[in-house]
């Protein structure tokens, strides 16, 4: 049996060697990556986040979680795929200006790539100009775009204005999502789709791309 509760206290202490040991002794024993990512790092990583919010922990220590968290999802990554789409769609995808976050955004990453599109990241604090110039530039027909504070939220409008301002709306389906994002705010600033986590994500984003693009 999966004992996930030891996965999310390795995370939480950010014991790289013995995280690393403990997923890696999770799939010899036939647990599958999904079950893994799901339930012991991201579910550890949320109580990072009640952690931080009753000053248990503090940034250092965030990040510390942060840096093996990336380590642990490294070793997950070639088992995580998805079923591959024929004909490639093109996705940008970024954490918007002002938002340093980039977990959850390069697990959605990962999670479109494995469902056979070409991913663009751009990384994290990512300006509403830049967004429209990669998606002219990659000729991109899906754009995401994630926010993990509510104080940059309102950076996914000004994206949103922005890539229409620019006359590429009609030509990009726009997927939101982060922590404090809800699909009650998605429909506010009328992007096409929301999605609470990565694989839901990467659903979305074949949804879309077969739907309109062929
Ligand atoms: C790790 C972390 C950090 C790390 C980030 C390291 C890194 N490389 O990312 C560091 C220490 C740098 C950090 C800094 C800060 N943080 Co911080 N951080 C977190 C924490 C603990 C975890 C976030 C995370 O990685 N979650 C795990 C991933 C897997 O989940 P996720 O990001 O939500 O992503 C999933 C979904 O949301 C979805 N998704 C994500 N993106 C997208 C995009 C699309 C298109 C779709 C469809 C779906 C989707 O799929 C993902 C996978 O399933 C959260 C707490 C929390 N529970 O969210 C606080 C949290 C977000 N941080 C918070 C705060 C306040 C800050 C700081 C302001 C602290 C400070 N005083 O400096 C700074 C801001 C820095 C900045 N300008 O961005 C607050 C935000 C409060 C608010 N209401 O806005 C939180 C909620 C903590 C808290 N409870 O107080 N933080």
Do not use: W
Not at 147 to 160: G, R, S, Y
């Amino acid at each position: 049996m999966f004992d996930s509760k030891i996965v999310m206290d390795a995370l939480i202490a950010g014991d790289e060697s013995r995280l690393t040991g403990l997923v890696q002794n999770a799939l010899d024993q036939g647990v599958a990556a999904n079950e893994i990512l799901n339930q012991g790092l991201v579910a550890g990583m949320d109580i990072v986040g009640e952690k931080m919010e009753t000053r248990e922990m503090f940034i250092p220590e965030v990040l510390r979680s942060a840096k093996v968290m990336g380590i642990a999802v490294k070793i997950l990554k070639p088992l995580l795929v998805g079923d591959d789409l024929s004909g490639k769609g093109k996705v940008v995808i970024g954490t918007v200006k002002g938002d340093l976050h980039d977990i959850g955004k390069k697990l959605v990453s990962m999670m479109i790539e494995s469902a056979g599109f070409e991913v663009y990241d751009l990384g994290v604090d990512v300006s509403p100009e830049k967004f429209a110039d990669a998606i002219k530039d990659k000729n991109a027909q899906i754009l995401c775009l994630s926010a993990l504070l509510t104080t940059t939220m309102p950076m996914m409008k000004e994206t949103i204005d922005v890539v229409a301002e620019s006359g590429l709306r009609d030509r990009v389906k726009i997927l939101v999502g982060g922590a404090p994002v809800t699909q009650n705010f998605a429909d506010q600033i009328a992007a096409d789709g929301y999605a609470t986590d990565a694989g839901s994500a990467a659903k979305l984003a074949k949804k879309y791309y077969s739907k309109s693009f062929n």
